[in-house]
């Protein structure tokens, strides 16, 4: 099902300024910050959701979630293929897709509607509703999760006679970086 992809001109608040619900990992991240840091605690992240769940977090299933958090930004799924593709053991796209799949539905990624493309997220609790800031000029993606946001939508949708599905949003939005560029 399609998120709501809501088109609004925003320019990234100024930095230093952290709103709250607002992720770490999925901060703008400088070049120098230990992103391998950020993976292991990803697959650690992801080891315990799956332990929890009494599911299995199974080596492609591992593989697919590293090759997702090899950076902060958004990736295709044919990005992940050709990445999968590089392996020694070859795999089919079925299994991949199946891999993604499972991913998805345990939290532990995003799909981004607006960009046909994942996001690892650093925060894998059941059932949050996420809502992103995608720059529509570098595509750089941040998660908010606020609860309080989250709220504010669901009791607005119901009375207008919707109820969430996934409650996914899309903002469109213009990072600081581009902001400055332009
Ligand atoms: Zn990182
Ligand atoms: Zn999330
Ligand atoms: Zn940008």
Not at 11 to 28: D, F, T, Y
Not at 134 to 146: A, G, H, N, P, Q
Request: charged share 30%.
């Amino acid at each position: 099902m399609m998120g709501n992809v809501i088109l609004l001109h925003m320019v990234r608040r100024a930095p230093g300024i952290k709103p709250a619900g607002m992720h770490e990992a999925n901060e703008r991240p400088d070049r120098r910050h230990d992103h391998a840091g950020c993976v292991r605690r990803a697959v650690s992240a992801a080891e315990d959701v799956c332990t929890r769940r009494k599911v299995s977090l199974t080596p492609l299933r591992r593989r697919v979630l590293e090759i997702v958090w090899r950076g902060h930004g958004p990736i295709g799924a044919y990005e992940i293929l050709a990445e999968i593709g590089k392996d020694r053991e070859k795999v089919g796209p079925p299994t991949v897709y199946r891999a993604l799949e499972f991913l998805r539905d345990t939290g532990l990624v995003h799909r981004l509607d607006a960009l046909n493309a994942f996001v690892g997220c650093d925060h894998p609790d059941e059932g949050h509703a996420a809502q992103f800031l995608i720059c529509s000029k570098c595509r750089r993606v941040t998660e908010i999760e606020d609860p309080a946001l989250t709220r504010a939508l669901r009791g607005r949708a119901r009375s207008l006679g919707f109820r969430f599905e996934s409650g996914a949003v899309e903002i469109k939005a213009l990072c600081d970086d581009c902001a400055i560029a332009a």
